[in-house]
């Protein structure tokens, strides 16, 4: 019989709807019943594409007997992480205070009142290599529990105390100078790994917000040392297993430090970010293999990821049915050379094996090989290699599919949008501007309410339950400001500065002018989280930041530039000890370096060709942070059009920063000059 999760929209929760475990969605009626009960809470965190979620929830949360017990002592509380990152937040800094390490499953035990007291992660069925059994954790806690209830409590008031106190330095609320960037870069060259591009050992993350950082920064100062970690980190990444080299998309990392084996799961973010990262490579170098990439992400977000409504769903599993019933990681995207052989015959496997780095011994487990690009000598025959592409990913197809995550995020939609408007206008691909626009209805239209308060999530066009957290609002403003630069639609300018109103009024401490992640009238947890690091996605912190800033560049509006600039000075304390974990706020401080630049283009229409021209040259434009507003003259659609006319009857671009503006020009040559950091 279903328990109380068969009426959830989040798919990780619908996941567990069948377990023998009488599970509760979080909610205070839970923490009533463990009060009434006088039980401890067993809070469970996870997502619908975790691997070793889903061990855990064979071993343990399907089994009979470790569910009779778990119901008999403790009320369960299961949370999708994606649906309240708030909630995750708080705990796992208490897993990370405590253990010194932290992931998912997340594991934590909870007095009624929901203050932590025991931790873990992933627990085994039977004790193995150090850890004890999942039966044995029970156990001992139920034990703690009733024998020395006194000691527990004192410990779950200890942490919540410690956790209190653990208030971020704010530094000095000033913006960081172009000294502590150039320290950033020192340490970030100190950190890159030159073989392999990268930073740090395995495991290995796609540094997508650092690499933004440098291609600003090479922008403004012209440090070719920056350029060059940017482009080679994208070359290796997209040659490696972690990029699909058949369907185009990025795994979520790789587990070593050459970026051979991924952990096969996609998300939504991930290729949000670098399909834009790569474009804006492209935008800087001119690279085909940039390009390829971009495009290729994007096509992939479209193909595979887009849901019936127009939005985006969050994830691809990394596990599927490999042909014979069992759930294993990566079977949909592994080759032995026997398949190769199979699918193009004895030549063509020869050569696909050569290309993409298929070995007998194989790269991955059983034999079998994640594909790469290797880099090789000697002549390629182009027009071979597509065909084997396309006979082995049509092959693909027909392999029983990764499960997807259908659930729409906010915040991660509004990366997405960002991505598909740029990558589109760049490339001539209006069909991924239309993409990005009707992701952006989606979410006026279902997460947004009439006092333009965002709802995280929704599910098959229903709007879920919680609200959004500061990523939500900072992120769909991004996605919006980058669809108002790319389609000349002034109402997405305005639909951005309704969501930085609630970012100034609901989210930033009016005292010091940091940030919270969740709004001052949310529900209140044990502590109010607070993060500006960035993690796989740019923090709340940072990107409310980016976005103000970019919006007080169109509207000129200081109650939005301030909050903007005291905000980065987190970066000013963060950036040179820290920079991997702060690159977004990083790319946002060389765009207050630059200004950033302000650019108007004036035309009759934007489809008259010299106006396009001149458009397109704009958003080609790499000072860091500029923003573009397009339009006839006279419009009211963007307020960096007011009294801006046509020069001798043609279209015309002007370009302002710092109060001070050039002289406008109708040649799109003498723009780029302009706009080239």
């Not at 050569?354 to 002549?379: C, I």
């Not at 027909?398 to 991505?419: E, H, S, T």
């Not at 419009?635 to 279209?651: K, T, Y």
Request: negative net charge; proline residues 6%; hydrophobic residues 40%.
């Amino acid at each position: 019989m279903p328990n109380r999760l068969a009426h959830e929209t989040s798919p990780y929760l619908l996941q567990h709807a069948d377990n023998p475990v009488d599970w509760w969605p979080w909610s205070s009626e839970a923490f009533e019943e463990a009060r009434k009960r006088n039980v401890p809470v067993l809070l469970s965190v996870g997502y619908s594409s975790c691997h070793w979620c889903h061990v855990m929830a064979h071993e343990s949360f399907e089994d009979q007997e470790t569910a009779e017990y778990l119901n008999a002592h403790y009320v369960s509380v299961k949370v999708d992480r994606e649906e309240r990152p708030d909630v995750d937040a708080v705990y796992m800094e208490a897993v990370q205070a405590a253990t010194g390490q932290g992931g998912w499953p997340m594991t934590v035990f909870l007095t009624p009142d929901a203050e932590p007291f025991y931790f873990g992660t992933y627990f085994p069925p039977a004790p193995r290599q150090g850890m004890p059994s999942f039966r044995q954790v029970l156990q001992g806690v139920h034990q703690a529990w009733d024998e020395r209830r006194d000691e527990v409590t004192e410990v779950a008031e200890k942490i919540v105390r410690d956790l209190a106190g653990r208030e971020i330095s704010y530094g000095d609320a000033q913006t960081p100078g172009a000294e502590e960037l150039a320290q950033a870069l020192l340490g970030l060259t100190r950190e890159y790994d030159p073989q392999r591009g990268g930073f740090g050992g395995a495991p290995k993350f796609p540094p997508s917000m650092v690499l933004e950082f440098l291609l600003r920064h090479h922008a403004r100062t012209g440090a070719e040392g920056a350029l060059q970690m940017a482009r080679d980190t994208c070359e290796r990444m997209a040659r490696g297993g972690m990029y699909d080299q058949l369907g185009g998309g990025f795994a979520r990392y790789s587990v070593d430090r050459d970026w051979v084996v991924p952990h096969f799961e996609k998300m939504l973010y991930d290729n949000a970010l670098l399909c834009r990262v790569y474009a804006h490579l492209w935008r800087s170098t001119g690279s085909e293999l940039a390009r390829r990439v971009a495009l290729e992400t994007a096509d992939f977000m479209v193909r595979e990821l887009r849901t019936n409504e127009g939005g985006f769903a969050s994830a691809l599993d990394a596990d599927s049915d490999d042909g014979t019933g069992r759930h294993v990681e990566g079977a949909y995207y592994v080759w032995t050379p026997e398949q190769l052989r199979e699918v193009l015959g004895e030549q063509d496997a020869e050569l696909a094996a050569q290309h993409f780095g298929v070995t007998e011994e194989g790269t991955f487990e059983e034999g079998a090989s994640v594909l790469q690009l290797p880099v090789r000598d000697g002549f390629v025959d182009a027009e071979r290699v597509a065909s084997i592409r396309e006979r082995l990913l049509a092959a693909r197809s027909g392999r029983p599919a990764p499960g997807r995550d259908d659930k729409v995020v906010a915040a991660w939609n509004g990366l997405a949008i960002a991505a598909l408007a740029e990558t589109g206008a760049y490339f001539d691909r209006p069909d991924l501007v239309e993409a990005a626009v009707a992701a952006a209805d989606l979410l006026v239209r279902l997460h947004l309410d009439e006092q333009a308060r965002l709802t995280r999530t929704s599910k098959d066009g229903h709007a879920g339950a919680n609200a959004g957290v500061l990523e939500d609002y900072a992120d769909v403003a991004e996605g919006f400001l980058a669809l108002a630069s790319v389609t000349g639609e002034g109402v997405w300018l305005e639909f951005a500065g309704f969501l930085l109103d609630h970012v100034l009024a609901r989210f930033t401490d009016p005292e010091s002018g940091s940030l919270y992640d969740t709004a001052a009238d949310a529900e209140q947890l044990i502590r109010r989280p607070q993060d500006p690091t960035d993690n796989a996605a740019p923090s709340g912190w940072t990107a409310a930041a980016n976005a103000l800033l970019s919006y007080a560049a169109h509207t000129g509006s200081e109650p939005h530039r301030t909050p903007a600039e005291r905000a980065l000075g987190v970066v000013k304390a963060l950036g040179p000890r820290v920079p991997r974990f702060i690159g977004w706020g990083l790319a946002a401080a060389e765009a207050v370096l630059d200004g950033p630049r302000e650019v108007a283009v004036v035309g009759p229409a934007l489809d008259d060709e010299g106006t396009r021209a001149l458009h397109r040259t704009a958003l080609l434009g790499t000072a860091p942070g500029a923003v573009v507003a397009a339009g006839a003259p006279g419009s009211d659609e963007f307020p960096l059009l007011a009294d801006r006319p046509l020069v001798g009857g043609e279209p015309a671009a002007y370009v302002c920063r710092n109060f001070t503006c050039d002289a406008p020009t109708t040649e799109p040559d003498r723009l780029r000059t302009v706009l080239s950091g």
